[in-house]
């Protein structure tokens, strides 16, 4: 079993950044943000994998950066320019080394106008 703890969400204006971090209570292999707004399906948002392999959803590309600490099996997203439609519960998603998926409790980023 892996717990997730997500720390980051927040308030912000359009034009601000914030950084969401996610840290595994052990290591893994891949490691992602999804987010989900009301009455739409949860959707990846930038994913990591252990070897530093990126993915990023067409909308983040150029302003979202995903990375990750392996030695404290932690991702980061950090998120520059945001915009009102990056208004989302944002959650933490890992694949441990046997496929299994885990997900963080969600952290609320709300993006003003």
């Known amino acids: 079993q892996v717990q997730l703890v997500e720390s980051g969400g927040g308030l912000v204006q359009a034009g601000g950044s914030l950084r969401l971090s996610c840290a595994a209570s052990k290591s893994i292999f891949s490691m992602g943000w999804y987010r989900q707004t009301p009455g739409k399906q949860r959707a990846l948002v930038a994913a990591?994998?252990?070897?530093?392999?990126?993915n990023y959803a067409d909308s983040v590309k150029g302003r979202f950066t995903i990375s990750r600490d392996n030695a404290q099996n932690t991702v980061y997203l950090q998120m520059n320019s945001l915009k009102p439609e990056d208004t989302a519960v944002y959650y933490c998603?890992?694949?441990?080394?046997?496929?299994?998926?885990?997900w963080g409790q969600g952290t609320q980023v709300t993006v003003s106008s």
């Open positions: 990591i994998t252990s070897s530093g392999g990126t």
């Open positions: 998603h890992a694949e441990d080394w046997d496929r299994r998926g885990y």
